[in-house]
């Protein structure tokens, strides 16, 4: 064998070789590379668009709680204000009633006062009626005397 005829051969079969690879091997693997290309940068523009979207999503997370901070804020100080206006409602609805009480108690010492100053005249009657009866040494006749009994009453 004739080591030119093998070098000519060999160099004619690689020639085909590389001829068959790039007509019918390379061109599915360009293309499947192009592909994966392809959906490489779709998977990263996605993952742009992702975090796009989150870091929005955030702004206006810390935007919706900011409102809903001050909503409460607004809420708990309205609290306080009623609280407040609760408190000074029940403080002058308690000295109204304090009063009404102190003025009903009032008028019930001075009915007392007065009942109890009809009792004594009653027995301060009584009482003259008996002092007289012992510095007279007779018997005085309520009835008769009456009168006279309800003038001493009235002065004392």
Known sequence: M?????LIGQS???LVFVWFCMKFVWPPITAALSE???KIAQGLEAAE??????AEAE??????LGEAKQHASEIINQAQKRANEIVE?????ANVEGERIKTAAHAEVDREV???KEQLRGQVSVLAIAGAEAVLHKEVNAETHRGVLDELAAQL
Do not use: H, P, W, Y
Request: aromatic share 4%; charged share 25%; glycine share 4%.
């Open 2 to 6: 004739n080591i030119n005829a093998t």
């Open 12 to 14: 004619i079969s690689f």
């Open 36 to 38: 994966r290309k392809d």
């Open 49 to 54: 668009r992702g975090m796009q979207s989150q």
């Open 59 to 64: 702004s206006l997370v810390q935007a919706q």
């Open 89 to 93: 409602e029940a403080k002058t609805t």
């Open 114 to 116: 007065n009942k109890a």
